[in-house]
């Protein structure tokens, strides 16, 4: 009786513990030949961001035009001087509305509608022309930018801000080549000007 009592023990423990494969069954473990014959799935490659200011337009000796339909509030203006070019910025508190840049041998530029002139400082000169905009209610930077230590930029001024036309006047010590081009947040044209 004990001897059966064993058997059936050993019939349960079997009957409920693992199932034995014979070892002749097993497939080998991935050796460093299967493995490195395998084909491989290549990740697509990342690229990097483009680095700030190398996607900008060539510098051009030509007249500008651009913008988008709308109507904006100049904000604020100022000059920058860099490696390789001088830099005007005038900000807005909406997208850049139609603009246009154009170069004149004098820097003498119209001020407003009164019909009188004003000079600025240099030999040549750019007006820079904003069509529906103004800064009556939104302006709080200077009107006025005297810089004679630049390479290009002699100054720049506000010549207008009426009836939606916003122009500012650009004295050059010399004649140069521009990029021209807007950014977002904030809203901003930039005329930049060649120093070589």
């Known amino acids: 009786m004990r001897a059966a009592r064993i058997l059936c023990l050993c019939l ?15 497939s080998p473990p991935d050796s460093p030949a299967s493995v490195a014959s395998a084909p ?8 990097p961001p483009a680095p700030p200011g190398t996607n900008l337009p060539a510098f051009a000796c030509a007249d500008v035009s651009g913008g988008k339909t709308g109507v904006a509030g100049a904000v604020t203006a100022r000059l920058a ?15 850049v509305p139609s603009y ?22 240099g030999t040549s000169g750019v007006l820079v022309n904003v069509q529906t905009a103004s800064g009556a209610n939104t302006f709080t930077g200077p009107t006025d930018l005297p810089h004679g230590e630049f390479l290009v930029v002699k100054e720049a001024r506000q010549t207008q801000d009426f009836e939606g036309h916003l122009s500012w006047g650009i004295g050059l010590g010399k004649p140069a080549c521009m990029r021209v081009f807007t ?8 005329v930049d000007f060649s120093t070589t």
């Not at 491989?40 to 690229?47: D, E, G, Y």
């Not at 001087?81 to 997208?95: C, M, T």
């Open 12 to 26: 349960l423990v079997a009957a409920c513990g693992p199932t034995l494969t014979p070892a002749a069954t097993l």
């Open 40 to 47: 491989r799935i290549a990740q697509p490659p990342v690229s």
């Open 81 to 95: 001087e860099q490696i390789g070019y001088d830099r005007f910025v005038l900000q807005f508190d909406s997208p």
């Open 100 to 121: 246009t840049v154009k170069r004149q041998a004098t820097p003498t530029f119209p001020s407003g509608a009164s019909g009188q002139t004003i000079t600025l400082s």
């Open 183 to 190: 950014l977002t947040d904030p809203a901003r044209l930039v």
